[in-house]
């Protein structure tokens, strides 16, 4: 009964997604206020039927519901209940409802938070987020039915979830990365509207930042818990694989973070106008290829759904009118469109060019190395594969150059930026960097290994610059606190981002020339060396979980006889699914990770270990938490809030001129 | 001129999907063996049923004939067997390569030929029997060599035991038609060329 409620609830969300994305458009052209008026309430209960369809999913899953064909092959009685509840969107079927709950959410979110907006702007957003919702709604109705059951012959013990997806980390990784993906159709929405409405002035831009800001802080939180899940997770240490799934995640994310930064020029000087609105295209037209390579198996990966070509090709379908719909309109309307805001050579705007010609560049590479062997097997030229070595190298030498703009970046000022005042701070910058540098370095007792050393310089280089550079605003604002309070908060965000982007280099690369590892063979009592640390195998023992078996070893570490931690490695087999689980013991600290994976049994009561110390290795996800930190920190800038009073005073145009001029 | 630039975004990913749409209906697993055109590995392993009986490269050489890497813990290779014993009526001689699951002692599997070999009898009984006969796979090394990454599996190999073909993935009347089906009548009547010439 309640799946069959399911059912019907997103039925009636397809309805009103499909309401919205009629009515209002209707509205927008006819200019009939009353049919505009009714895509808040037509958004809010879209999402009202959505999150119903979710819930009664999550019920039959709670509710070990075997008739439901997708319940019983991914979950199972002996299930703990909160794996039961996260099995709900462990499945390509179940992660679709969820999917879809997130975007009417983020529908009804901009109805309701956009009180600012003309409501005829409004209205087209809403329109375009209705039909977006429309296509995945169907997607998750007609192609990938959750709800489908199996009677009257049903398992009476269900398949078990995934070992792999049974984890804290699983439980909000992929529902972050859904905001985020999802939240730029919010920017996508921005876009289409300022295109049908043929007006390009920087308002667009200044309504859509904080959306695009948001979904690029929710996308950055769900690489990064996927990164850190993997490396804990999967029993070898490693924190980013590559794989052509991270990379779908990964070329949003790069195209994300452009577009923030050109929504800045846009907003403030009035430039870049086509050039913002085809990346807030982009952006959303990655993620929906991202969601088209994972669901459709053109791409051979480990996260992919099981695949289904009908799928693929609904999916296709959806890209060609969503992304190849978008870029027409865009090629047509764009032709008119003129910037006129003029600026030197030496400015924030050229910076910012600066950064969005990195920031394609490492998604052209992410793009290619995706997507070159699939060309290439298509062309008929036989199978290629591109790994970690091509990624590697591209990207070391892309964080050079982008690293030392970095640093200088927020020093720029727009238009026009003069050399000299910049040499003495730059000067100074430059030898903080070094002791900094030098510092770490001896700290971390390191000597060899230039790029390790390259890394240290540029995360210095850019830290330093971004402390400097906000040190020196703070000054010019005014003495003390009350220099530090004018500052925006805005401006703060930038500067602890950027300073998370100089603190996952340094995790990057100490982490990468540094890690140290071991593969032994360990008794009882047997005691390994590596890096200075001592690792004794206290004890072996049989592990009994609800739905696991397996065997356990508790270690002991010490340094120079001094006790360290306990530490407590597992390998689990699970027992329906009779699939073998690492579960690595690690020992976190900011300077370094102890991480001890059991291997294979071996003859005479003895195990084989992996012993690996991970140098900085905490600094990578620290990095990313700080970039996100800063974009919801720049969420809470006032301007984003202080125009809803003014903007009934104002009109719309030359408001933004008075803001920023 | 410039104008026309904006249309730049539309034609690449109009060209992208071109290769999104044929990379739908194209098996992204199937990739050319690094073995194709080459003889078959060396291998010394015994046959499933009787482990005294041991076989090698030389004495499967002779005649074309279908390799299928199987095992009875394999859902897709249970339903392939109806097919290739139709294959087997039609006259085509395939060999079984038997790919036993790895055995974990630390839970307390240990490995039991004649249980196993009870299994295979079993559902060789029950979905039909494909198999001339089937060579276990001891240590999967014969497998390891093939560049076998999954079951089920197939190779063509040819009267000099040359590999002329590698699939990935079940075999079904649309796979051996398109597929198998030509080369395979090709290398027999290249065998009984061959074997007329020969003195």
Redesign the interface.
């Known amino acids: 009964m309640i799946p069959e409620l399911g059912q019907l609830a997103l039925t009636f969300a397809f309805v009103l997604s499909l309401m919205l994305g009629v009515i209002p458009l209707y509205g927008s052209y006819t200019g009939n206020e009353r049919a505009l008026m009714l895509g808040k309430p037509l958004a809010i209960a879209s999402a009202l039927f959505a999150g119903l369809a979710f819930a009664a999913l999550s019920y039959a899953f709670y509710t070990d519901d075997f008739t439901v064909i997708n319940v019983a092959s991914n979950s199972s009685t002996v299930l703990p209940w909160y794996y039961k509840l996260t099995a709900t969107w462990g499945s390509h079927e179940g992660s679709m409802v969820l999917w879809v709950w997130i975007l009417t959410l983020w529908t009804a979110a901009v109805a309701l938070f956009s009180k600012q907006l003309p409501l005829l702007m409004q209205g087209r957003i809403l329109g375009v987020m209705g039909w977006i919702g429309v296509g995945f709604i169907a997607f998750s109705l007609f192609m990938s039915n959750a709800f489908e059951r199996s009677l009257p012959y049903f398992p009476a013990e269900g398949n078990d979830l995934n070992p792999l997806l049974q984890d804290f980390g699983m439980i909000i990784h992929p529902p972050l990365l859904y905001m985020g993906y999802v939240g730029f159709a919010v920017s996508f929405a921005f876009a289409i509207a300022a295109l049908l409405s043929g007006k390009f002035d920087s308002t667009w831009a200044r309504w859509a930042r904080p959306w695009t800001l948001a979904a690029w802080m929710f996308l950055t939180l769900g690489i990064m818990l996927g990164s850190w899940w993997a490396y804990k997770e999967l029993g070898w240490g490693g924190w980013w694989f590559w794989d052509p799934v991270e990379n779908a995640s990964f070329m949003p994310w790069l195209v994300g973070t452009a577009l923030i930064h050109t929504l800045a020029v846009t907003e403030k000087r009035g430039t870049f106008k086509?050039w913002t609105v085809?990346l807030a295209?982009?952006t959303f037209?990655l993620s929906l290829l991202g969601a088209?390579l994972v669901r459709?198996?053109?791409?051979?990966s480990v996260h992919s759904f099981a695949t289904d070509?009908s799928r693929?090709?609904f999916l296709?379908v959806f890209?060609?009118i969503v992304?190849?719909g978008s870029?027409?309109l865009?090629?047509l309307r764009?032709?008119s469109v003129r910037s006129q805001a003029r600026f030197e050579l030496f400015s924030r705007e050229v910076m910012l060019w600066g950064n969005n010609v990195f920031m394609l560049t490492a998604t052209l590479v992410v793009f290619l190395g995706t997507?070159l062997p699939?060309?290439h097997?298509?062309l008929g030229l036989?199978?290629i594969s591109i790994g970690e070595p091509f990624f590697d190298a591209m990207f070391f030498y892309l964080t050079i150059p982008f690293s030392l703009l970095l640093g200088l970046g927020p020093w720029v000022r727009w238009k026009q930026q003069k050399w000299q005042p910049l040499i003495p701070p730059m000067a100074m910058i430059a030898v903080a960097t070094l002791i900094v540098a030098v510092g770490l370095m001896a700290a971390t007792q390191s000597v060899q290994a230039n790029v390790a050393l390259i890394g240290l310089l540029l995360g210095a280089w850019v830290g330093m610059s971004a402390l400097g550079e906000v040190g020196q605003r703070i000054r010019q604002f005014g003495q003390g606190l009350a220099g530090i309070r004018k500052l925006s908060a805005s401006h703060y965000g930038m500067t602890t981002a950027h300073i998370g982007f100089a603190v996952m280099v340094i995790g990057i690369a100490m982490t990468t020339t540094y890690s140290v590892e071991r593969d032994v063979r360990m008794q009882v009592g047997d005691t390994v060396s590596l890096s200075g640390y001592d690792f004794t195998l206290l004890d072996l023992y049989k592990l009994d979980g609800p739905n696991f078996?397996?065997?356990a070893a508790d270690l002991k570490v010490e340094r120079d006889g001094r006790f360290i931690t306990n530490l407590h490695a597992e390998?689990r087999?699970y027992t329906i699914q009779r699939t073998?689980m690492t579960e690595a013991a690690i020992h976190a600290r900011l300077s370094r990770d102890l991480y001890v994976s059991l291997g294979?049994?071996l003859p005479g009561d003895a195990w084989s270990f992996k012993v690996q110390v991970k140098p900085f290795v905490r600094w990578i996800w620290l990095g990313g938490l700080l970039m996100a930190i800063g974009a919801t920190w720049s969420l809470f800038d006032q301007r984003y809030r202080r125009k809803v009073t003014r903007r009934l005073k104002v009109p719309a145009r030359n408001e933004a001129e008075v803001a920023h001029a | 001129m410039r104008k026309w630039l904006f249309f730049a975004p539309l034609a690449i990913f109009l060209a992208v999907s071109v290769f999104l749409y044929t990379g739908l209906f194209s098996d992204p697993w199937s990739r050319d063996s690094a073995l194709l055109n080459r003889p078959m590995p060396e291998f010394d392993l015994p046959d499933l049923m009787q482990p005294q009986q041991r076989w090698n490269r030389e004495l499967l050489t002779g005649e074309p004939f279908l390799l299928s890497v199987w095992g009875v813990w394999c859902p897709t290779c249970k339903a392939q067997l109806r097919f290739m014993t139709e294959l087997r009526e039609q006259g085509i001689p395939i060999i079984g390569l038997y790919y036993p699951l790895p055995v974990d002692p630390a839970f307390g599997d240990h490995f039991s030929l004649g249980q196993l070999q009870r299994d295979v009898q079993r559902e060789l009984a029950y979905f039909g029997d494909p198999y001339q006969f089937n060579i276990l796979d001891e240590n999967r090394r014969l497998s390891f060599d093939l560049g076998v990454s999954g079951s089920p599996e197939t190779f063509l190999v040819d009267a000099d035991g040359t590999i002329r073909m590698h699939h990935v993935g079940d075999m079904n009347p649309r796979v051996w038609r398109n597929l198998f089906a030509t080369a395979f009548e090709e290398l027999q009547q290249a065998a009984l060329v061959y074997q007329e010439v020969k003195p």
Request: proline residues 2%; negative net charge.
């Open positions: 086509s085809l295209l982009a037209s088209f459709s198996g053109v791409l051979v070509p693929g090709l296709l890209l060609l992304i190849g870029l027409l865009y090629a764009m032709r997507l699939l060309f097997q298509e036989g199978s078996g397996g065997e390998k087999f073998v294979e049994a």
